[in-house]
């Protein structure tokens, strides 16, 4: 049951995954077609902007929902916000009509362990969709440090992130503190964290830039807070979280998800 369950959320995820990056792939042409006005700026924010947009999100609080097995599946989905001065950079390298939000779907696997501790995993499988390659995988593991009776349970998060997304790749480490409050069938969590993002930017063109001194490899961090809640019905539960960085690369998603 359970292993007729996972394929029925897998091709969900796809379908969706299909659709939304269609849907936007019609509203904008992600081909650039010149770095001849490129800066290291336009870089920084390109690359900062796949690495965050397409970071991990775990959608979890501080403690794991499990049963003996200590799995939890499921399919989230975020709208990540395009900020102004991403858009700004996709237009000097001729790219335009960029939407206001980008859907980026993925599988979600968590699994419990002895001592407190989480292990878990967030991906899209290597795909192309209208000629765009897309990937992305990563991985967390999280120790619930506090967790005593009449304390809300606090745990500690650190995570890696791989994304290759049409205009570049980019590596994101990150840590995080989580915090969790339980009220019936009602979870919340909040919490708040750094990321550092190396990334490398693409040029497909036959252009370069002006600038000698401009290079396609950059660097950047970024703090974040994000906060969210789930409804949990039997063995089935729907998170919803917004997560908010310094460099407003913002996100709202949701995971449908069911833990044995």
Same mark, same amino acid.
């Given at each position: 049951?359970?292993?007729?369950?996972?394929?029925?959320?897998?091709?969900?995820?796809? %379908?969706?995954?299909?659709?939304?990056?269609?849907?936007?792939?019609?509203?904008?042409?992600?081909?650039?077609?010149?770095?001849? &006005?490129?800066?290291?700026?336009?870089?920084?924010? !390109?690359?900062?902007?796949?690495?965050?947009?397409?970071?991990?999100?775990?959608?979890?609080?501080?403690?794991?929902?499990?049963?003996?097995?200590?799995?939890?599946?499921?399919?989230?989905?975020?709208?990540?916000?395009?900020?102004?001065? %991403? #858009?700004?950079?996709?237009?000097?390298?001729?790219?335009?009509?960029?939407?206001?939000?980008?859907?980026?779907?993925?599988?979600?696997?968590?699994?419990?362990?002895?001592?407190?501790?989480?292990?878990?995993?967030?991906?899209?499988?290597?795909?192309?969709?209208?000629?765009?390659?897309?990937?992305?995988?990563?991985?967390?593991?999280?120790?619930?440090?506090?967790?005593?009776?009449? !304390?809300?349970?606090? #745990?500690?998060?650190?995570?890696?992130?791989?994304?290759? !997304?049409?205009?570049?790749?980019?590596?994101?480490?990150?840590?995080?503190?989580?915090?969790?409050?339980?009220?019936?069938? %009602?979870?919340?969590?909040?919490?708040?964290?750094?990321?550092?993002?190396?990334?490398?930017?693409?040029?497909?063109?036959?252009?370069?830039?002006? &600038?000698? &001194?401009?290079?396609?490899?950059?660097?950047?961090?970024?703090?974040?807070?994000?906060?969210?809640?789930?409804? %949990?019905?039997?063995?089935?539960?729907?998170? #919803?979280?917004?997560?908010?960085?310094?460099?407003?690369? &913002?996100?709202?998603?949701?995971?449908?998800?069911?833990?044995?």
């Amino acid at each position: 049951m359970v292993h007729l369950l996972d394929i029925r959320v897998l091709k969900f995820s796809f %379908v969706i995954l299909m659709l939304g990056l269609r849907t936007n792939a019609t509203a904008a042409n992600f081909d650039p077609s010149t770095f001849i &006005n490129a800066t290291n700026n336009l870089i920084s924010e !390109l690359g900062a902007f796949v690495g965050l947009a397409a970071d991990l999100r775990a959608y979890e609080g501080a403690k794991p929902f499990s049963s003996d097995i200590g799995i939890d599946f499921g399919t989230s989905v975020s709208a990540v916000t395009v900020p102004a001065k %991403v #858009a700004s950079a996709l237009s000097e390298i001729g790219i335009q009509n960029v939407p206001r939000y980008i859907p980026i779907p993925k599988v979600n696997i968590q699994k419990s362990l002895p001592g407190n501790l989480m292990i878990g995993s967030e991906f899209i499988p290597t795909i192309k969709v209208r000629g765009y390659r897309l990937e992305a995988y990563g991985f967390n593991l999280q120790w619930t440090a506090i967790d005593r009776p009449r !304390l809300p349970p606090i #745990a500690i998060r650190a995570q890696y992130n791989y994304a290759d !997304l049409v205009l570049a790749n980019a590596a994101t480490y990150g840590a995080d503190l989580v915090v969790s409050h339980s009220i019936l069938f %009602v979870h919340m969590f909040a919490g708040a964290g750094y990321r550092y993002v190396n990334a490398n930017v693409a040029n497909p063109t036959s252009t370069l830039p002006l &600038n000698s &001194n401009v290079s396609f490899d950059t660097s950047i961090d970024a703090g974040h807070f994000f906060a969210g809640t789930s409804l %949990v019905a039997g063995f089935a539960r729907i998170t #919803a979280e917004a997560d908010f960085t310094t460099r407003n690369v &913002n996100s709202y998603g949701t995971k449908l998800s069911f833990f044995f």
